[in-house]
């Protein structure tokens, strides 16, 4: 079976963050026998030469200088922070269809399609010349669902489309997988991100939360945008240290950097807030050992997007780490309160710090619920099983596409 996914990004370079979910699947799909590659558009002209092993397409569609409509953050972020982009949008849809129709004649069997919104174009361009043979999945993660209900409803006839006009719809949780079904009511399979599972046993533990007088290390990972809800931890943090002394490891990069300094220095707890911007996987791995708490205080944002499902929590999970999150979007479908990790209402500052003093004061507790965490993401979020519920997904779309052909 000849794959290609259709994504708005992909490494760069060795170590480039982005989509590590997207790299492990379609390596995972290969080593599986599947021919997958990949389609994404150009940066600054490049890659030269690809850091994975994976074939990838890569398409250009402006000059060098200007090729930086994505990859650094998402398209919409690039045009609401810097609106000339906008102007490139037109040329990026013409040569990713351009491209898209070129490999249909080559012959796919299927185009898994991430973020159908704009990405569908590409998936139909490759149908239509592939005379109508290649199948179309459309996978949705939420975010471009949010655009369209709250900031572009005049796109919703577009979004209608790309829902119908799929051979299969899937989507990254069941809050999303419900959002879908609201504009087109149509089957739509759930299938999460996998979650890397690192063996816990002999894995370090910090001896914080048994040592009531030691201060309890809290770590978020992420992308440091509105929606991640940091300053919000960040505030929580300057009132859980009136109780017990505490301090937060904040490992990535983005735009809402300042807000985050400006609000530690506000609420007096900026010695206690340590921000490591982008780490390698090797140092990512020890800032997990090395917590006491991992913290996903997601909010809904201005555009009405939140967590589409937070794979970080699964990280955490994985590592055996006591996890606590906002009551939000995916997050659901990750953390039951109390039994996998705990829940606090999204934005409420005290309330988070109350639910932290809460897992700090009780060590065994936590770590109970700590290794019924990792239990379930062994179980509900392999790669074993998220392989095996994609490829039925392509083995439906495939017979939909079969379907309409005869």
Request: charged share 25%; aromatic share 6%.
């Amino acid at each position: 079976m000849r794959v290609v996914h259709v994504a708005t990004a992909f490494p760069r370079h060795d170590g480039d963050p982005i989509t590590p979910w997207l790299v492990e699947l379609v390596r995972r799909q290969r080593q599986a026998g599947i021919d997958a590659s990949v389609l994404a558009p150009s940066y600054r002209g490049g890659p030269r030469v690809e850091p994975t092993e994976i074939p990838v397409h890569r398409f250009r569609y402006a000059p060098r200088w200007l090729e930086t409509l994505t990859h650094d953050e998402s398209v919409p972020d690039r045009i609401r922070h810097r609106p000339g982009f906008s102007t490139l949008v037109p040329a990026y849809l013409a040569a990713g269809r351009r491209a898209a129709a070129a490999l249909g004649r080559e012959g796919v069997d299927l185009a898994h399609v991430h973020w159908p919104m704009p990405h569908a174009l590409f998936g139909a361009a490759m149908r239509r010349s592939s005379g109508g043979r290649t199948a179309v999945l459309s996978s949705f993660y939420s975010v471009e669902l949010n655009w369209v209900n709250h900031r572009m409803p005049w796109l919703r006839p577009f979004l209608e489309w790309t829902i119908r006009s799929a051979d299969g719809v899937t989507a990254i949780s069941t809050p999303t997988a419900d959002a879908v079904r609201r504009v087109v009511d149509r089957p739509v399979t759930v299938i999460p991100y996998a979650a890397p599972l690192p063996d816990a046993r002999g894995r370090p533990r910090r001896p914080a939360l048994d040592d009531p007088k030691a201060p309890v290390r809290l770590l978020f990972v992420g992308r440091l945008v509105e929606r991640k809800g940091v300053e919000v931890l960040v505030r929580a943090l300057a009132r859980l240290r009136h109780r017990r002394e505490a301090e937060l490891v904040i490992v990535g990069t983005g735009s809402r950097e300042g807000n985050i300094t400006r609000t530690a220095a506000i609420e007096g707890v900026t010695e206690q807030v340590h921000l490591r911007g982008f780490v390698d996987s090797d140092q990512l791995a020890r800032e997990y050992d090395e917590c006491d708490i991992f913290v996903l205080p997601a909010i809904v944002d201005a555009r009405g997007d939140t967590e589409g499902l937070g794979v970080v929590l699964l990280e955490a999970m994985a590592c055996e780490r006591p996890v606590v999150a906002s009551r939000a979007g995916g997050i659901l479908d990750v953390v039951q309160h109390g039994v996998t990790g705990w829940l606090a209402d999204p934005g409420d500052a005290e309330v988070l710090a109350d639910v932290l003093e809460s897992v700090a004061a009780d060590p065994d507790r936590a770590r109970e619920v700590a290794a019924q965490g990792r239990e379930v993401a062994a179980r509900r979020f392999s790669w074993d099983r998220i392989l095996a519920q994609t490829e039925k997904a392509y083995e439906s779309a495939l017979e939909a596409r079969s379907g309409t052909r005869t």
